[in-house]
């Protein structure tokens, strides 16, 4: 077995019920930056022109918006529900860490810079519950139940 199924079976087997609100919670803080960043695209698309160290181009910015978005709007409506949390999270790390080098460090290393302690303690929760999985109050426990039912029924 490698090193992660490991990990993902370690944290399957010893997941407290309270990290399902952590996961919850989380999944609201992801799912509200996605319609914050929606409904101000211009202010984004701004920032990426004046701020950014790449070269982007109008259409470029766009598609990257639009693309973080997405994957917020969604991602945090999975996590919520506990479906799909892993993949979900693991396509949040990049995010959470693009915002907090590129975005978040620039307004600078002070306890004021509320958005990039909020980005560290969003990506050190997203590290955790890729650990610790979604819990036994998700979409997931419930399939992998159902699924684990319906199998031992056939075998009757």
Do not use: C
């Amino acid at each position: 077995m490698n090193m992660v199924r490991r990990i993902e079976h370690w944290g399957d087997l010893h997941h407290p019920k309270w990290l399902d609100i952590i996961r919850i919670i989380l999944g609201m803080i992801i799912f509200t930056k996605g319609i914050i960043f929606i409904s101000s695209t211009s202010v984004q698309q701004d920032w990426i022109f004046h701020n950014s160290t790449f070269d982007f181009s109008g259409l470029l910015a766009v598609v990257l918006i639009h693309i973080v978005a997405f994957a917020h709007v969604i991602g945090g409506m999975l996590i919520i529900a506990g479906l799909l949390t892993r993949l979900s999270v693991v396509i949040q790390m990049p995010i959470v860490l693009g915002a907090m080098f590129f975005v978040n460090i620039t307004k600078g290393l002070t306890f004021v810079n509320t958005e990039l302690w909020l980005s560290v303690i969003v990506f050190i929760m997203l590290v955790v519950i890729w650990i610790a999985g979604s819990g036994t109050f998700s979409a997931d426990h419930w399939i992998r139940e159902s699924n684990a039912y319906r199998h031992k029924r056939t075998e009757e």
